[in-house]
């Protein structure tokens, strides 16, 4: 089994940041790609940003120039530094992960329960 586990969201006012984490465990054999996804009520799930075992980044274009997606490959946790937060960016966010598990070697994707982001005055 593989879990994916979200911690660091909460209340923050327009202007502030907040730090995401995902740490994966269980029965892995090598992680490839990880990432954090955004749903907001009523609206599709989106890209924020993912990042491969090498460093290569991608981001979402509501992301750009504020958000950094990093890695520990060692801890299997990825992290998303969000400043100069929104009321547009209130949505849960979904951490993601392309992975080997040691049972099926072949690569497939686990998804984190969520944990919710409220950007309000």
């Known amino acids: 089994q593989v879990q994916l586990v979200e911690s660091g969201g909460g209340l923050v006012q327009p202007g502030g940041s907040l730090r995401l984490s995902c740490a994966a465990s269980g029965s892995i054999f090598s992680i490839n790609t990880m990432g954090w996804y955004r749903q907001a009520p009523g609206e599709q799930r989106e890209l924020v940003a993912t990042i491969l075992s090498g460093g290569s980044t991608n981001y979402g274009d509501s992301a750009k120039g504020r958000f950094t997606i990093s890695r520990d490959n060692a801890k299997n946790t990825v992290y998303l530094q969000m400043n100069s937060l929104k009321p547009k960016d209130t949505a849960v966010y979904y951490c993601?992960?392309?992975?080997?598990?040691?049972?099926?070697?072949?690569?497939?994707?686990?998804w984190g329960q969520g944990t919710q982001v409220t950007v309000s005055s």
């Open positions: 993601n992960a392309v992975l080997r598990s040691t049972t099926l070697l072949r690569l497939e994707g686990y």
